[in-house]
């Protein structure tokens, strides 16, 4: 076997490895990206607007919404309280009411009881209105809200 395959095979086997870490901590049938709808928020971003949450093991798990400048009103998950290193949350999104979806994420916390958030998705696409539900990865647990349209 030449060099240049040794390398290729060991390139893909790590890139297959490395996705299967991200896609085992996400729900079943959802896929790994954020789309165009999305904008970057600072990772200790607050609304006071809660549409969905729940709490596991002193960690809220809360799907939020706020007006942001550039895109106005947007949907983002956020994770807070007891928080571990290492756990982690992600936004589900669909244009089907939670019928097949997409995932934006995960964001992992980086500290002990620091809050973290996914990006903010506008509720508004091109395509028709999203819907959406907050999940995260806490204590080893896959957790969702309900959906919210």
């Not at 002990?112 to 647990?141: E, H, I, M, Q, W």
Request: charged content about 20%; glycine content about 12%.
């Amino acid at each position: 076997m030449n060099l240049r395959r040794k390398i290729g095979t060991s390139v893909a086997t790590v890139v297959m490895a490395a996705t299967s870490t991200i896609v085992g901590a996400a729900p079943a049938h959802a896929a790994h990206r954020c789309g165009d709808e999305f904008i970057g928020i600072p990772y200790n971003q607050d609304a006071r607007t809660t549409l969905m949450e729940r709490t596991e093991h002193g960690v809220r798990i809360e799907l939020k919404i706020k007006q942001f400048p550039d895109v106005g009103e947007a949907v983002f998950a956020r994770i807070s309280g007891a928080t571990r290193s290492g756990e982690q949350v992600w936004l589900d999104w669909s244009y089907t009411g939670g019928d097949g979806w997409a995932q934006c994420g995960p964001f992992t916390v980086s500290e002990r009881n620091k809050p973290n958030t996914s990006a903010a998705a506008d509720r508004y696409s091109g395509r028709g209105t999203l819907t959406f539900r907050a999940c995260a990865l806490v204590r080893g647990g896959g957790y969702c809200t309900e959906w919210w349209t």
